[in-house]
């Protein structure tokens, strides 16, 4: 299949492009790296009357080490090698789809997609991360605690661009561990966790057998029965709701082994 008609505008600044999403309102989509948007177009799961390309925009396609962060623009690619700087991104991105896709695809378009099995959105919950959102209106930075509401929806306008994603660097008394289970490397995850320890404090994230990233308090003792306690998956015919469940139990108790050693 091909897309349905839509009109296309490339714009060369920012203010340009938040004044033509403005305009375009709720029949406008942002253009970026595609590797999401493009096949949802394809396939007619989406109908915009308008894309917007920022792959022009100057300043979009920055990576920056500043404040205790690393900072990625809209345009960032997943495999940028500046990302890898970050112990977080350096331990997630080798599982994001493929080569292929992480040459196109971008971090803040992975982010704003808000896949409920896509890693980036997890890993930003995880190092307690943020987005920066513009619009004509301004700018706003929204926590990701806030910023997921459910699958393949956030808490952003449909006149903001997601410009700027915020990765808080680790301390150097922290340790942070993922894993995942996918029936092929680069497909989609049945089951995924990630892991931040320090000291006492333990922040545990799981994705894929939840609607969003979502953050549970665990028992330090025994993580992972705490954590299978507190999820519902819905299954799938790749696996049963029990099965996806012990993944959680198994992953969760993996990953914070990890991160505890890796703190210590």
Same mark, same amino acid.
């Given at each position: 299949?091909?897309?349905?008609?839509?009109?296309?505008?490339?714009?060369?600044?920012?203010?340009?492009?938040?004044?033509?999403?403005?305009?375009? #309102?709720?029949?406008?989509?942002?253009?970026?790296?595609?590797?999401?948007?493009?096949?949802?177009?394809?396939? %007619?799961?989406?109908?915009?009357?308008?894309?917007?390309?920022?792959?022009?925009?100057?300043?979009? #396609?920055?990576?920056? !080490?500043?404040?205790?962060?690393?900072?990625?623009?809209? !345009?960032?690619?997943?495999?940028?090698?500046?990302?890898?700087?970050?112990?977080?991104?350096?331990?997630?991105?080798? &599982?994001?789809?493929?080569?292929? !896709?992480?040459?196109?695809?971008?971090?803040?378009?992975?982010?704003?997609?808000?896949?409920?099995?896509? +890693?980036?959105?997890?890993?930003?919950?995880?190092?307690? #991360?943020?987005?920066?959102?513009?619009?004509?209106?301004?700018?706003?930075?929204?926590? *990701? +605690?806030?910023?997921?509401? #459910?699958? &393949?929806?956030?808490?952003?306008?449909?006149?903001?661009?997601?410009?700027?994603?915020?990765?808080?660097?680790?301390?150097?008394? +922290?340790?942070?561990?993922?894993?995942?289970?996918?029936?092929?490397?680069?497909?989609?995850?049945?089951?995924?966790?990630?892991?931040?320890?320090?000291?006492?404090?333990?922040?545990?994230?799981?994705?894929?057998? !939840?609607?969003?990233?979502?953050?549970?308090?665990?028992?330090?003792?025994?993580?992972?029965?705490?954590?299978? +306690?507190?999820?519902?998956?819905?299954?799938?015919?790749?696996?049963?709701?029990?099965?996806?469940?012990?993944?959680? %139990?198994?992953?969760?108790?993996?990953?914070?082994?990890?991160?505890?050693?890796?703190? *210590?």
């Amino acid at each position: 299949m091909k897309p349905a008609p839509f009109d296309y505008v490339r714009p060369d600044s920012l203010d340009e492009a938040l004044a033509t999403l403005a305009d375009g #309102g709720e029949e406008a989509k942002v253009l970026a790296g595609g590797q999401s948007l493009v096949p949802a177009l394809n396939m %007619r799961l989406l109908r915009p009357a308008l894309l917007v390309d920022v792959n022009r925009v100057a300043g979009l #396609g920055d990576v920056v !080490t500043a404040g205790g962060a690393v900072r990625a623009g809209a !345009t960032v690619r997943q495999a940028d090698t500046l990302l890898y700087a970050h112990p977080v991104l350096a331990a997630v991105l080798p &599982y994001v789809g493929h080569t292929v !896709t992480r040459n196109r695809g971008t971090v803040c378009g992975s982010i704003a997609h808000a896949d409920a099995a896509g +890693e980036l959105p997890l890993a930003l919950m995880a190092c307690e #991360g943020s987005v920066i959102a513009a619009s004509t209106r301004g700018r706003r930075a929204i926590p *990701a +605690e806030e910023l997921f509401i #459910g699958p &393949y929806t956030t808490a952003l306008a449909p006149d903001e661009i997601l410009v700027e994603t915020v990765w808080p660097l680790l301390g150097d008394d +922290e340790g942070f561990a993922f894993d995942e289970v996918a029936q092929r490397v680069g497909d989609y995850a049945l089951c995924m966790a990630a892991a931040r320890s320090r000291g006492d404090d333990l922040r545990v994230v799981v994705g894929s057998v !939840t609607p969003v990233p979502t953050l549970l308090e665990v028992d330090p003792e025994h993580p992972g029965e705490s954590a299978a +306690e507190k999820v519902e998956p819905w299954g799938s015919i790749h696996a049963s709701p029990d099965y996806l469940r012990n993944l959680v %139990r198994v992953l969760v108790d993996r990953v914070v082994g990890q991160a505890r050693g890796r703190a *210590a």
